[in-house]
């Protein structure tokens, strides 16, 4: 299993990113899946989610700015970011669980500027 993550890039305040996250060797659509993010000199921390049953997860900073989706046909997840803050610089990772383990992206850059 390998997941790519893209997207990432410097923005302003008040913009809006779209980060995307391909997988090779398993489907996006039959496991739990998510976003993850780390700022500089901060522990990793949960951004969203969507349970192998469907159920959504936003951390409270991200919920109403933030909308996780799939597409099941381009086996793809996604991360639609609007109203970003500098507060949500970071490098987001795309993460994936499944029976075999849970499985990263490279982690792609997001530096918001005030």
């Known amino acids: 299993v390998q997941l790519q993550a893209s997207g990432g890039g410097l923005v302003q305040a008040g913009g809006s990113l779209r980060l995307s996250c391909a997988a090779s060797?398993?489907?996006?659509?039959?496991?739990?899946v998510g976003w993850y993010r780390q700022a500089p000199g901060k522990q990793r921390e949960v951004v969203a989610r969507?349970?192998?049953?469907?159920?959504?997860y936003y951390a409270d900073a991200v919920k109403g700015r933030f909308t996780i989706s799939r597409d099941i046909t381009k086996n793809a997840l996604y991360l639609q970011m609007n109203s970003l803050k500098p507060e949500d610089t970071a490098t987001y990772y795309c993460?994936?669980?499944?029976?075999?383990?849970?499985?990263w992206g490279q982690g792609t850059l997001v530096t918001v500027s005030s």
């Open positions: 060797g398993t489907r996006f659509s039959l496991n739990a």
């Open positions: 993460n994936l669980i499944k029976h075999t383990g849970e499985y």
């Open positions: 969507i349970s192998s049953v469907r159920e959504t």
